[in-house]
Nanobody
Framework: QVPLVESGGGLVQPGGSLRLSCAAS????????MGWYRQAPGKQRELVATITTRGYRNYADSVKGRFTISRDNAKNTVCLQTNSLKPEDTAVYYC?????????WGQGTQVTVSS
């Protein structure tokens, strides 16, 4: 089990920014592929961005150029900088850790983009 705790969600106007953070427990954080997923009401959970142990990043087409994922292995954290937010970015954002085919999830943090 890898406890994951997200923070940084909230209400923001269109065009605004939020920085989501995820703190992980465990001494082997650096071996996990980390990621952010989101789930909007009535929709399936979808990939937002992932970052591998070597720092390779992958983004959903809908967020490319607006979101940036980063990780700090010394602090066991992964962050998602979200810029130029749109109403369609409104969702619960979940932190994910993946290792050897096993997925761990945080409890989620709500992001609401509205004027």
């Amino acid at each position: 089990q890898v406890p994951l705790v997200e923070s940084g969600g909230g209400l923001v106007q269109p065009g605004g920014s939020l920085r989501l953070s995820c703190a992980a427990s465990g001494s082997i954080f650096s071996r996990y592929t980390m990621g952010w997923y989101r789930q909007a009401p009535g929709k399936q959970r979808e990939l937002v961005a992932t970052i591998t142990t070597r720092g390779y990043r992958n983004y959903a087409d809908s967020v490319k150029g607006r979101f940036t994922i980063s990780r700090d292995n010394a602090k066991n954290t992964v962050c998602l900088q979200t810029n130029s937010l749109k109403p369609e970015d409104t969702a619960v954002y979940y932190c994910n850790a993946q290792f050897a085919g096993v997925n761990f999830w945080g409890q989620g943090t709500q992001v609401t983009v509205s004027s």
